[in-house]
C-alpha cells in the first residue's frame, strides 16, 4: 500500500501538477540546524503530514480533474475561478412571433417588436416582448388599444419612452400612426399625428434630441419634450432607409434609370443635423446591415461577401477586408466595444419573381447558417465567433446590452419562427484570425420544408402566403 505522500505524489503526475520536493525541504530544515535524535523520526512525520496536507487541500481548492478520455486537467465548473461559456441561452420568448423583429434597449429592459405576435397572420396583429437582462425573465407589452402598427415601423427610444410609427393594421394607405410606450408605467399613449401625407411607408432615425421621419418627400420631426412635430426639408428623391452618422444622417434609395428596361441605380444624400440641409452623396456599393463605428459607417454586402466603410468627411466609400463566411442575407448585426459583429443568415433564394411559390429550400434559400464572426475596424480584421448554441436561422434580431450581444428570434429553413435566443460575451471571439476564401467553412443546414401527406380524406386549408424574413413569399 503506497503510503500517504507517495500516493498524493503520484496523483499529482498524473495531472501534469508541479510535485514539491519535500525531501529537499527536510534537507534544507536539516542544515538550519541540529534535530536532536529523540525528536528526528516525530519532526519528519509531522513534515509529511503537513505537505500531505498542503497538497491535499490545494487540490481541493483548486477543483483539479482529470476528463475520462485522458486529455489535459481542467477546472471544475462550479470553481469561481472557471471561464464563463462565451454564449448563454436566453429564455424563449412567451408566446409565438412571426415577421422579422425588432430590437432595441428601452433602458435597462431589452424590448423586441413583431408582426403577429400570437397572431396566426403577418398582417393581423403586432406587439412585443420586454426582457429584464439582470433576470433573463420576458413579459408581454401591454396591447397599445388602438390600430397597431405592423408594416413599415420606425422606432426610437427617447431616454424615458419608446416612440413607435407604423402603418395602420392590414392597410398601408391609411396614415402612419404615432405611439409612446413608457416600460415603468406599461402605459401606451397616442402621439400627435405626423404631418406626413400619402401611402404609409416611413423611414427614420433618432437625432438624440427629435425623431427625424421622412416619407413620399416629406419630413417630420417630433420633439418629445413638446409632444409636437415640425416639418423638416425631405430628400431630392424618394428614400428607403436612413442611418445616422453623428450630426449627419445618410439617407439611401434605388430609382430607375431613363430610357431603360427599369434597370435601377443606387442613390443616396446627406442630411445635416445643424444645418437642415441636403447634398448628394456617394451611393453604397452594397445592401446590408450598417452600423456607426468610430467616424466611419460600416455597411455589410452580406450577400457578396465584402465590407464598405464611408467618410462622411470625404464623402467616399472605402473597400475593407472581405467577410469570410458563405454570402448570405438575413443577417443578424450588432456593435460591441467598437467592433461589427454579424451572425446567422440565409443563402440567397433563388425564387423566380411570378413562378409558382416553392417550399423546396434550394429555390428559398441553399443553407442557413448559424456561424458568425466579428471586425476590428481598427485592425481591419475578422475574427471567428465561437460555436452557437442556437439552431441555424436567418432574420434574427441582434443588439448589444453592455459588453454582450443579443441574438433573438429569426426563423428556420422553412419560415418557422423562432422563439428562443443567446447571448455573447463581448470578449468571445476566437483569436483565429479569419481570410475569406472561395468555399469558406460554414455551419450550415439543408431541410426539406414540404409539408407531411394528409391522412386520407383530409383536406389542408390553404392559407394566405406567409414573408420569410428576406422578403420571400413561402406557403
Known amino acids: 500500500m503506497m503510503e500517504p505522500d507517495e500516493l498524493v505524489r503520484s496523483r499529482m503526475q498524473e495531472l501534469d501538477l508541479p510535485v514539491p520536493d519535500v525531501e529537499s525541504a527536510m534537507g534544507a530544515a536539516k542544515r538550519r540546524g541540529p534535530i536532536r535524535r529523540t525528536g528526528r523520526r516525530r519532526g519528519q512525520a ?67 417588436w413583431g408582426a403577429s405576435v400570437g397572431a396566426t397572420s403577418a398582417t393581423t396583429a403586432a406587439g412585443g416582448y420586454e426582457l429584464d437582462p439582470d433576470t433573463d425573465r420576458w413579459r408581454s407589452i401591454p396591447e397599445p388599444g388602438i390600430d397597431r402598427p405592423v408594416l413599415r415601423r420606425v422606432l426610437a427610444w427617447t431616454g424615458t419612452r419608446v416612440l413607435l410609427l407604423g402603418c395602420a393594421t392590414g392597410t398601408p394607405a391609411l396614415p402612419v400612426q404615432a405611439l409612446s410606450y ?33 416619407q413620399n418627400q416629406q419630413g417630420a420631426a417630433y420633439d418629445p419634450i413638446a ?55 456617394a451611393p453604397p456599393p452594397v445592401w446590408g446591415p450598417n452600423a456607426w463605428v468610430g467616424d466611419r459607417l460600416l455597411v455589410l454586402g452580406a450577400s457578396s461577401g465584402t465590407l464598405f466603410a464611408y467618410d462622411p468627411s470625404t464623402d467616399a466609400w472605402t473597400r475593407r477586408a472581405d467577410v469570410p463566411l458563405a454570402p448570405r442575407e438575413g443577417v443578424a448585426s450588432a456593435v460591441v466595444d467598437g467592433r461589427f459583429v454579424a451572425w446567422g443568415g440565409i443563402a440567397a433564394s433563388k425564387q423566380e419573381p ?122
Open 46 to 112: 509531522v513534515a509529511a503530514m503537513v505537505a500531505v496536507a498542503v497538497l491535499l487541500v490545494v487540490m481541493l481548492a483548486v477543483g483539479v480533474t482529470r476528463r475520462s478520455d485522458g486529455s489535459a486537467p481542467v477546472v471544475s465548473a462550479g470553481d469561481p475561478a472557471a471561464p464563463a461559456a462565451p454564449w448563454q441561452m436566453l429564455p424563449a420568448l412567451p408566446g409565438p412571433t412571426r415577421g422579422t423583429l425588432n430590437a432595441m434597449m428601452a433602458g435597462a429592459d431589452v424590448l423586441v
Open 182 to 214: 413608457d416600460p415603468g408605467t406599461r402605459v401606451w399613449a397616442a402621439l400627435p399625428a405626423p404631418p406626413l401625407a400619402g401611402s404609409c411607408d416611413p423611414y427614420g432615425v433618432w437625432s438624440g434630441a427629435e425623431l427625424l421621419v421622412w
Open 227 to 281: 409632444n409636437s412635430w415640425r416639418t423638416v426639408s425631405a430628400p431630392p428623391g424618394t428614400g428607403r432607409d436612413a442611418a445616422l452618422m453623428g450630426p449627419k444622417v445618410l439617407v439611401t434609395s434605388t430609382e430607375s434609370l431613363p430610357r431603360t428596361n427599369n434597370e435601377q441605380r443606387r442613390v443616396a444624400w446627406v442630411f445635416d443635423l445643424q444645418t437642415e440641409t441636403w447634398a448628394p452623396a
Open 354 to 475: 411570378r413562378a409558382p411559390l416553392s417550399t423546396d429550400p434550394e429555390v428559398l434559400g441553399d443553407a442557413t447558417f448559424s456561424d458568425g464572426a466579428i471586425y476590428d475596424i481598427a485592425a481591419d480584421r475578422w475574427s471567428a465567433l465561437p460555436p452557437s448554441p442556437l439552431s441555424p436561422r436567418s432574420g434574427a434580431a441582434g443588439l448589444t446590452v453592455g459588453g454582450e450581444v443579443l441574438i433573438i428570434g429569426g426563423a428556420d429553413p422553412c419560415v418557422q419562427y423562432l422563439s428562443d435566443g443567446a447571448r455573447l460575451r463581448a470578449g468571445g471571439s476566437s483569436d483565429r484570425t479569419m481570410a475569406a476564401t472561395s468555399n469558406p467553412p460554414t455551419t450550415a443546414t439543408r431541410a426539406s420544408c414540404a409539408p407531411p401527406e394528409p391522412p386520407p380524406g383530409v383536406t389542408v386549408p390553404v392559407g394566405p402566403p406567409a414573408t420569410s424574413p428576406t422578403g420571400t413569399p413561402v406557403r
